[in-house]
């Protein structure tokens, strides 16, 4: 369930990728997703630390029996993700205007690129808590709630959010990014759900099941 969770997000950028080929400008709309999610694969590792590193945190300490411990660090690590997530929506705001000349000089391709930066930096806002929430439910071995809420979030809610902003409206390229938006939105809101409701005590005594069957 870890492997798909993950799967399950990063498929949905493939997706998108196609999508970009068929709107008016597919040339210059998928040399731009390049760009973006090469950006996003950046802006990733963060978060991606932070998931790993409390998924083996919380672990530990309901492993230890300690629920209080495993909630502790399930808030600091989210507490963090939302400074990351701040972070990145600051520099991918400021650097709109620069950041794809590191990789092309085309006009039009910067243009593009530039429209859409402040809006991935917002995706981040709900991508980093996002991911680090997972990890909080891989360390308390919940990971299939993790499956669910990606595919619930990319694929009932971003995919047709993002093909109607897209297609059937003015917005073209921009509408995919509001779609992943959505996605993100969607799935960060769903997973602290998840986290804040639970009870930190009953993942404790099945921790010790756990630990018993082994």
């Known amino acids: 369930p870890s492997c798909c969770a993950v799967c399950l997000e990063w498929w949905w950028y493939e997706i998108l990728t196609i999508l970009a080929g068929y709107l008016e400008n ?10 973006l999610i090469q950006t996003t694969s ?6 991606l630390g932070l998931g790993s590193s409390v998924s083996t945190r919380v672990g530990n ?3 230890e029996g300690s629920g209080e411990g495993a909630r502790r660090a399930a808030l600091v690590a989210l507490a963090v993700s939302g400074l990351a997530g701040v972070g990145h929506f600051g520099w991918a705001s400021a650097l709109r205007n620069v950041w794809a000349k590191l990789f092309t000089s ?3 391709v910067l243009e593009l690129t530039a429209s859409v930066m402040p809006l991935i930096g917002l995706c981040e806002l709900g991508n980093c808590p996002q991911t680090t929430g997972c990890g909080v439910l891989r360390g ?6 993790a499956v669910r809420i990606n595919l619930g979030s990319f694929y009932l ?3 047709p959010v ?3 902003l897209a297609f059937q409206t003015s917005l073209g390229f921009a509408g995919l990014w509001f779609g992943l938006l959505a996605a993100q939105v969607a799935c960060a809101t769903s997973i602290l759900c998840v986290v804040f409701s639970t009870d930190w005590a009953s993942e404790t005594r099945n921790a010790q099941e756990l ?3 082994s």
């Open 26 to 35: 597919p040339r210059e709309a998928v040399a731009s997703t390049s760009i």
């Open 42 to 47: 950046l802006m990733y590792t963060i978060p």
């Open 61 to 63: 300490e309901l492993g």
């Open 106 to 108: 085309e006009p039009s």
């Open 140 to 145: 308390s071995a919940r990971p299939s709630s």
């Open 157 to 159: 809610v971003g995919t």
């Open 162 to 164: 993002a093909v109607f």
């Open 211 to 213: 630990n018993q069957g």
